[in-house]
C-alpha cells in the first residue's frame, strides 16, 4: 500500500479532523422504513438511525440510548413476540435499524483506533493478531484516508472485524460438526477436566482425526461434557450473542495474544479504556464460583451496548418463552440430527444450563467505565 505523506501535526489535531470528517461525510445509515416489519415497528416507536457516530460522553448518555431501544424492542413485542424472541434466538434476521447502527458505531470505533494508532508519538501498534504490526506509516494512510472516503471506514473496520452476525442455522452448522467430531479440522481447546479424565494435554486443540481424542470424546466424556468442551471457545445455535447483529469480534481470537505485553494486548488496553466512548463493552469474562457454566474469557467480543443490553433486558423479563422457543429449536435439530436412528442428546447441558450461557453475562461492571470521566 502506498503510503500517504499526511500532515496531521498532532494527535489531537488529528482525532479534531477526523471528528468533523466523519460528521460531515458519513453516510446516513441503508435502514428505510418498511424494509421489514421490524424496522418498521421500531420506527413507529421512535427509532431512527444516527447521522454520523453517536459519542457517548458517559455511561448516562448511553443508557439513554438503550432506553430508546428499550421502548421501541418493547413496541416490537407487544406487536408480535416471535419478532423479538427470532431475533434473539437468531431464527430471523436482526432488524436492520439495530444491525445498522451497531455496524456504524463499530465503523467509528475502529476509525478512532487508527487515529489513536497513527497519533504522533502514539505508542499503539495495531495488528492482525499475527504478532506483526502494521507500522505507524499505515496507519497515517488508512487514518487519512478514513477521513476522506466511507469506503475506506468500511475496508480498514472489515480488516479487523473477525466475526459479526451469524444466524442460528450457521451456528447449528459449528455445533453439529464438532459435537459429532466429524471433519478433519481441529477445534477450541481441551480443557483441565478432559485432559484429567483421558490423559491429554489441557489447552491443545480437539482433532477429530486423532485416535486418542475420538476415544476420549465418544468413549470418556458424556454427552453433556462435550457440550461443556464445545462451549468453552463457541456458542450454541439460540444462544449466541453474534445473533443479534451487535456483536463483533475485532482484532484476533487468540486467547494469548492479548494478554500483556503480547501482539494484541495495546488493542485491548485501547478498547478498554475508550470502546464505551462508542457503545461498545467487553460481555464475556469467563467463569465465576456463581456462574461455573459460561463462556471463556474473551477479550476479542465487544457489543453495541444501546441495543443488546435493551435486548437482553427484554430477554430477562421473558425468560418462559425464551425457554419455550430455544426448547423447539433445539428438538427440531436433535430431531433432524438423530434421524439415523442413534439418540444424542446433543443439548442436554443447555436444557438445564443455558441461562448462564446468554442471560448472566454483559454486565457492565466496571466496563461501562468512561476512562476521561
Ligand atoms: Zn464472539
Not at 416471535?82 to 439495530?98: K, M, N, S
Not at 486443540?205 to 486418542?212: A, E, F, Y
Not at 461498545?280 to 471463556?296: A, I, K, S, V
Request: a negative charge.
Amino acid at each position: 500500500m502506498p503510503v500517504i505523506k499526511d500532515d496531521l501535526v498532532s494527535s489531537a489535531l488529528a482525532v479534531m479532523s477526523l471528528c468533523v470528517a466523519v460528521a460531515v461525510t458519513f453516510a446516513p445509515s441503508t435502514a428505510r422504513a418498511g424494509e421489514s416489519t421490524s424496522d418498521a415497528l421500531l420506527e413507529a416507536a421512535g427509532i431512527t438511525a444516527p447521522e454520523g457516530c453517536l459519542a457517548f460522553s458517559s455511561p448516562a448518555a448511553m443508557e439513554a440510548r438503550a432506553d430508546e431501544w428499550r421502548v421501541a424492542i418493547d413496541s416490537l413485542a407487544a406487536s408480535d413476540p416471535d419478532l423479538v424472541l427470532g431475533w434473539i434466538t437468531g431464527t430471523r434476521e436482526p432488524p436492520t435499524l439495530a444491525r445498522d447502527e451497531s455496524r456504524a458505531q463499530l465503523e467509528c470505533m475502529i476509525a478512532a483506533v487508527a487515529a489513536a494508532a497513527a497519533a504522533e508519538g502514539s505508542t499503539l501498534r495495531l495488528d492482525y493478531g499475527d504478532g506483526e504490526a502494521e507500522n505507524r506509516s499505515t496507519m497515517r494512510s488508512w487514518s487519512s484516508r478514513i477521513e476522506r472516503s466511507t469506503r475506506w471506514r468500511e475496508r480498514v473496520t472489515d480488516h479487523f472485524t473477525r466475526s459479526h452476525y451469524r444466524s442460528a442455522a450457521g451456528q447449528a452448522g459449528i455445533w453439529h460438526r464438532k459435537f459429532t467430531f466429524t471433519k478433519k479440522r481441529s477445534f477450541n481447546r481441551i480443557s483441565g477436566y478432559a485432559a484429567e479424565t483421558c490423559g491429554l494435554t489441557e489447552g491443545h486443540t480437539w482433532r477429530p482425526d486423532s485416535d486418542r481424542h475420538r476415544r476420549c470424546w465418544f468413549k470418556l466424556l458424556t454427552p453433556e461434557r462435550r457440550q461443556i468442551e464445545i462451549l468453552g471457545a463457541s456458542s450454541a445455535p439460540g444462544l449466541s450473542r453474534h445473533h443479534w447483529g451487535t456483536d463483533y469480534d475485532v482484532f484476533g481470537l487468540n486467547p494469548r495474544a492479548f494478554l500483556d505485553g503480547k501482539g494484541l494486548s495495546d488493542e485491548y488496553a485501547w478498547m478498554r479504556d475508550h470502546a464505551s466512548e462508542h457503545g461498545f463493552f467487553q460481555t464475556y469474562f469467563g467463569p465465576t464460583p456463581e456462574q461455573e457454566h459460561t463462556y471463556m474469557e474473551e477479550r476479542w467480543h465487544w457489543s453495541y451496548y444501546p441495543v443488546s443490553h435493551a435486548l437482553l433486558g427484554w430477554a430477562k423479563v421473558h425468560q418462559t418463552d425464551l425457554e419455550a422457543a430455544l426448547f423447539q429449536m433445539w428438538d427440531k435439530y436433535e430431531g433432524r440430527w438423530n434421524s439415523s436412528g442413534q439418540e444424542r442428546p446433543f443439548f442436554s447441558h443447555l436444557r438445564t444450563h443455558w441461562r448462564g450461557y446468554v442471560l448472566t453475562i454483559g454486565e457492565p461492571d466496571g466496563a461501562l467505565e468512561h476512562s476521561h470521566d
